[in-house]
């Protein structure tokens, strides 16, 4: 299969922890990648090869993978975190990318 | 620093055929690894991956939209263009461009601010 499974909503209190997870048997073979993206606006791109992150995205975000389940971790959330996460992955041929189905995290 | 601006048209007819321009600054598009894709998102809805073509004009489409696509380059203008045919109302939607910084990774390091393109008569 080359799908992703998210959650699709999630809710984290302000400055606590949540684990945002992604599922899918090509995650086995292939990293994820993982994309923030906020109302009326384009995504950004915050995490990547398991647990990298990309120039300006703050020290908070990490990630993990296990087995068929890539996760995005946000240790001490922050208002400005609050919006639609999606997880990227080639499929399992290796030559196309399939997204999963996002998660709009809510923080309280 | 790395731009991308879609263009094009915003309202199609059924059946029409969709040309899409992405504009970019900020890197060559002859540069090994380097690619520039298409992604799409339905109002409301997730994001979909369509199409990404590589610095050495290798493409790739979606499986499932591959006979509708087509992805070129210009790089003496450092565009990409998107061509999909039959256009129908459920590809209603924001169009992005995005850059992809090596082949490897696969990652979608930059987004344009994406185009809304409507499908209706």
């Known amino acids: 299969s080359s799908e992703l499974t998210q959650v699709p909503s999630m809710s984290v209190a302000l400055g606590q922890t949540v684990r945002i997870t992604c599922r899918g048997d090509?995650?086995?073979?292939?990293?994820a990648s993982w994309y923030q993206q906020k109302p009326g606006q384009a995504p950004i791109f915050v995490l990547y090869?398991?647990?990298n992150r990309p120039s300006g995205v703050p020290g908070r975000f990490s990630g993990s993978r296990s087995g068929n389940t890539a996760s995005l971790t946000i240790t001490g959330a922050q208002a400005e975190d609050e919006g639609d996460y999606y997880c990227c992955s080639r499929d399992s041929s290796g030559n196309h990318w399939v997204f999963g189905g996002g998660t709009k995290l809510t923080v309280l | 620093q790395i731009t991308l601006k879609e263009s094009g048209h915003t309202v199609v007819k059924p059946s029409e055929t969709l040309t899409l321009t992405c504009d970019f600054s900020?890197?060559?598009?002859?540069?090994?690894?380097?690619?520039v894709g298409w992604i799409r998102q339905p109002p409301g809805k997730a994001l979909e991956w369509l199409a990404l073509i590589y610095w050495g004009d290798d493409k790739r489409y979606s499986p499932s939209l591959k006979s509708r696509l087509s992805i070129t380059k210009d790089t003496s203008k450092s565009q990409v263009v998107l061509t999909m045919t039959t256009m129908e109302p459920v590809d209603t939607g924001t169009y992005f461009c995005?850059?992809?910084?090596?082949?490897?990774?696969?990652?979608?390091?930059?987004w344009g601010q994406g185009t809304l393109v409507t499908v209706s008569s």
């Open positions: 090869a398991e647990n």
């Open positions: 995005v850059y992809s910084r090596g082949q490897a990774a696969g990652n979608f390091d930059n």
């Open positions: 900020g890197f060559s598009l002859t540069t090994t690894g380097v690619g």
């Open positions: 090509s995650l086995r073979s292939f990293y």
